[in-house]
């Protein structure tokens, strides 16, 4: 022994005095500490349990358990000065690396009793019945590993402030501030590694603070939480202090290492070195790594048929369609979904052709014949008459005309039906005719366009099976091919919409300028009613206008009207298109615009049939002179008037009530 060997003893004793004097003074309810758990008569249940190091084990790895530690004593909290601070150190060791479960919590309660609780998402403190009860009195500060959608979690590694709910006041993301970088670092709670927790109260500022650090940091200046609460509103006169923790179908070991509480300022610090260690993780040894090993398998596995399922599932219903044993027969016509839908590259925006009254137009290109199409989504939500109706497009597709698009075929998915189309490349003729989108056309082209339309129209209504009517004769209906003919279609679409409907309320399909007065009327669409849209398309082709323009003339507004009246004043090529310059056959620019007027006579027995039409357009026969004098304004009553009224769509509506009579009494004297 040297001299020196005195000061040694003495430090020695020195230490182990100020290692054993925390222990020996400090608990009671108002100030306690624990480096470790031996001895601390902790009041326990459920799981927990103090392991033989002094380590508080809240729960071990079974699955659905959860575990309570209590102060044994109660703060009494009548004195309405409820600040406290508290210190702690907690792990959680996940059964499985990344995935554990649930979490734990720092609770004050009034009560010990927690047999009632519920564990997993419940976190062993509350169960569904009193979740988000004023009654609980319940403050806890939630430690929580798993993403409980239905109590608004944020994520699976986040703290938050419960108060009597499950549903956080305040929560955050983990991360702990570091004091000497000035960041905020993610903290991951499930690393298993020990992590320090100080929860300081403030009653005079009403101010709670939660902040975290790993265990070698200091306390961060900066705490993650920091909530304005008075707990004086939700605390009882005497409430109990401790944990809870809880694990579900995933599980972790929740410990809690070391606490310290005060409610006389600052909770004592712990001695971090003196905590009682963790279990070793399991690392090599064999049979658990085996298990670890089959259960990253299984998990795996069962991820994988989860996601292929999932994967499945979103590509029948991307794909999903509606098929029939009806439909067996129209076989050939029928395009599976997936192939339209992969021909028009999934119905993006940029294949988009057009929109029509029935719904969207995709270009599109088949797989198999690389021939484009046409595809047309209308919607339609009764499945009433749809085997009608596709019966009809099944027949239509056998429709072969030089002037008709042809219908290739079609496809049903729940709500909507789609078409597919021969793609007619210059489409539609109204863009030419009505926008500068597209060059003008001559009177030659505009003058095959109609014999064109014209011939397919006498295909529907007399040349083939059955009689077809279109119901929607229009320019906009009408599309070019590559050598600018004029191909009709959406031919027998408009019965989509007749089908099924109560015949009390039958509303006129059709567009509004080009429906003739008796179907107003009477809803009946005949060949004479193609007849009178056709009239109003010869006009349109020869005037380049639309049958019924709202920023004109009051006496230019209905065209039809118009050209009547310029006729009857001896000038009815004035209103000839004035894109033409000029530049026309008189004899047929005046045959267009007055076999225009006949078609639109309001009385359909006045009316010529298609095939006269073409006669006439051909110079077969000559147009007869008498027509239209007296005319027929008598025929349509006021009544009819009023549903045609009814009938102009939102975009007319501007036309002022005055207008609109005027439009009326020009409208009667027209027809
Ligand atoms: N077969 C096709 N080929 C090329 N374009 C087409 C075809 N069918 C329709 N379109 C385009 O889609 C637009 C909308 O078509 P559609 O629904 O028939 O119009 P609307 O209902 O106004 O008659 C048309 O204006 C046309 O430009
Ligand atoms: C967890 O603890 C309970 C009770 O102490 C015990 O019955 C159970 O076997 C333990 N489970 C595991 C996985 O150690
Ligand atoms: C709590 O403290 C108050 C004031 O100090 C005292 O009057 C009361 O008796 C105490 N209550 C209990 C249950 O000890
Ligand atoms: C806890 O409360 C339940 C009823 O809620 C009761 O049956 C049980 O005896 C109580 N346990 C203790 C330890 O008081
Ligand atoms: C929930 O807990 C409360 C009290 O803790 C108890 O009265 C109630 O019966 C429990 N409800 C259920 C469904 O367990
Ligand atoms: C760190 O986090 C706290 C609490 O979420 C926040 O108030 C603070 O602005 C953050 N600081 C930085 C530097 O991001
Ligand atoms: C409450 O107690 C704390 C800690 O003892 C003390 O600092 C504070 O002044 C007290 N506040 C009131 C309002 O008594």
Redesign the pocket.
């Known amino acids: 022994m040297t001299t020196a060997s005195i000061p040694v003893y003495f430090l020695v004793l020195l230490v182990c005095i100020i290692y054993l004097k925390p222990q020996a003074i400090a608990q009671d309810e108002n100030h306690f500490i624990y480096n470790d758990f031996h001895g601390s008569g902790l009041h326990l249940d459920g799981v927990a349990e103090i392991q033989s190091n002094g380590l508080l084990q809240l729960t071990n790895t079974s699955q659905q358990e959860a575990g309570h530690a209590f102060f044994p004593a109660r703060l009494n909290t009548s004195t309405r000065n409820l600040s406290f601070s508290t210190y702690f150190v907690f792990a959680m060791i996940p059964e499985i690396p990344v995935l554990g479960g649930h979490g734990l919590t720092f609770i004050m309660s009034p009560s010990m009793n927690f047999t009632q609780a519920l564990p997993s998402q419940y976190l062993g403190i509350l169960n569904a019945s009193n979740n988000d009860l004023a009654s609980n009195h319940l403050l806890a500060i939630e430690f929580d590993t798993i993403k409980s959608p239905e109590f608004n979690d944020i994520n699976d590694n986040h703290v938050g402030i419960d108060v009597n709910s499950l549903t956080s006041l305040a929560s ?1 993301p983990v ?1 702990h ?1 570091s004091n000497s970088d ?3 670092k993610t903290l991951q709670m499930i690393s298993g590694k020990p992590i320090q927790v100080w929860i300081d109260y403030d009653q005079g500022k009403n101010l709670l603070n939660v902040a975290l650090a790993p265990i070698e940091s200091p306390k961060p200046e ?1 705490s ?1 939480l920091s909530t304005k609460i008075d707990l004086s509103q939700i605390f009882l006169d005497s409430m109990y202090v401790g944990f809870s923790a809880a694990t579900g179908a995933m599980t972790s070991s929740h410990y809690i290492l070391g606490w310290s509480f005060s409610r006389y300022g600052q909770a004592q610090n712990l001695e971090l070195s003196k905590l009682p260690s963790l279990p070793r993780q399991r690392k090599p040894r064999n049979k658990q790594s085996l298990e670890i090993t089959i259960s990253l398998i299984v998990l795996a596995v069962v991820l994988v048929i989860t996601m292929g399922g999932f994967l499945y599932f979103v590509r029948r219903n991307k794909y999903e369609e509606i098929r029939e044993d009806w439909e067996q027969e129209y076989g050939p016509r029928r395009f599976s979904f997936k192939d339209l839908y992969k021909a028009t590259k999934g119905f993006k925006d940029k294949g988009l052709l057009g929109t029509g009254g029935f719904g969207k137009v995709y270009k599109g290109v088949l797989k198999s014949s690389k021939e484009a199409v046409a595809v047309k989504r209308v919607s339609h939500c009764s499945k009433q008459g749809m085997k009608e109706f596709v019966a009809e497009i099944a027949s239509m597709g056998r429709l072969r005309h030089r002037n008709l698009v042809k219908l290739l075929g079609y496809s049903r998915r729940r709500g909507e039906l789609l078409l597919v189309y021969e793609y007619m490349p210059n489409e539609s003729l109204d863009k030419f005719l009505f926008t500068n989108e597209k060059p003008n056309l001559n009177w030659a082209q505009r003058y095959r366009i109609l014999k064109g339309v014209a011939s397919a129209l006498v295909y529907l209504h007399e040349e083939w099976e059955q009689v077809v009517l279109h119901r929607d004769v229009k320019a906009s209906n009408v599309l070019l091919d590559a050598d600018m003919n004029g191909q009709l279609g959406d031919f027998g679409l408009a019965r989509l919409y007749d089908h099924g409907e109560n015949p009390q309320t039958t509303h006129v399909v059709g567009t509004v300028g080009y429906l003739a007065p008796e179907l107003t009327r009477t809803g009946k669409a005949t060949t004479s009613t193609d007849v009178f849209g056709f009239g109003a398309f010869l006009l349109e082709v020869a005037c380049g206008r639309r049958p019924i323009e709202t920023q004109t003339l009051p006496e230019e507004m209905m065209l039809v009207d118009w050209v009547f009246e310029s006729w009857k004043q001896g000038a009815i090529l004035d209103t000839s298109d004035p894109r033409l310059g000029g530049d026309y056959s008189a004899d047929e620019m005046e045959l267009v615009l007055k076999l225009g007027l006949l078609c639109s006579h309001a009385n359909p027995a006045s009316r010529p049939s298609m095939r006269q039409v073409v006669q006439y357009l051909d110079g077969v026969t000559l147009l007869p002179e008498i027509l239209l004098d007296g005319a027929t304004c008598d025929l349509l009553d006021d009544e009819a008037c009023a549903e045609f009224v009814m009938s102009v769509p939102r975009s007319f509506e501007k036309i002022s009530v005055h207008s609109l009579s005027s439009s009326k009494s020009i409208l009667s004297r027209a027809l």
């Open positions: 955050a991360t501030y000035g960041t905020n900066w993650l």
